[in-house]
């Protein structure tokens, strides 16, 4: 088994974050979003100015990140923590990163982003004290934000996949589920909840899911 060292994680605030147990509700988080401050511009000298549209070459796609089943695995309470790969377990490994933006693309610190995944068996862990590939972390000022795991096992009638949840000041914005390219149950997932993943180094595999919240 290949294996690489873990990652150096920077950039992520843990400020903010779920941290309640099973039966109370989470505190309500502090969710800011960026204002850009534009300089007043300075007066020019009388001059005759064309103007001329020019094609926006910083054009992002907002559109707000489709939703999907919760499952019958969620659980309250799970640790605050980005590295998952934790039990040396026979899996590539798989970093995970993104961004949480509205739909006018404003980045939104301080949301809290939750994944869950079955180990590389297929099976959740759904009664240990370990919480196995369960974490929460908050997104930084830019609203991002990231995870270290490993690349799930698949089980019976479901594609590889991996839950994710996103809280804005304590109140659940999102459910969805990360799916890959290449597998062949993905008849039917939504387009926008499939990524490709890159290998980085044997046995390492990377990819980005940016999400939009409406």
Request: charged share 25%; hydrophobic share 30%.
């Amino acid at each position: 088994m290949h294996r690489r060292q873990l990652l150096q994680w920077t950039g992520i605030g843990f400020t903010a974050l779920v941290t309640g147990c099973a039966g109370e509700d989470s505190d309500p988080l502090d969710s800011e979003t960026l204002d850009s401050e534009t300089p007043d511009s300075e007066d020019t000298a009388d001059t005759d100015l064309v103007e001329t549209d020019l094609p926006d070459t910083d054009v992002q796609d907002c559109t707000a990140t489709s939703d999907d089943i919760e499952g019958p695995y969620w659980i309250e309470g799970v640790p605050v923590r980005q590295e998952l790969d934790l039990y040396d377990e026979n899996a590539d490994g798989l970093s995970l990163s993104g961004n949480v933006r509205d739909v006018n693309c404003t980045p939104l610190a301080n949301a809290v982003v939750e994944i869950w995944h079955a180990n590389s068996d297929g099976d959740y862990d759904n009664v240990s004290d370990e919480m196995r590939y369960r974490g929460q972390t908050s997104t930084d000022a830019d609203g991002n934000w990231s995870f270290h795991t490993i690349l799930p096992g698949k089980y019976p009638g479901r594609p590889l996949h991996i839950h994710l949840k996103v809280w804005v000041r304590g109140s659940e914005r999102l459910t969805t589920q990360i799916y890959f390219e290449g597998q062949p149950d993905n008849q039917g997932v939504p387009a926008d909840l499939i990524i490709a993943l890159t290998e980085v180094e044997a046995g390492e595999l990377s990819g980005e899911f940016p999400i939009v919240l409406s």
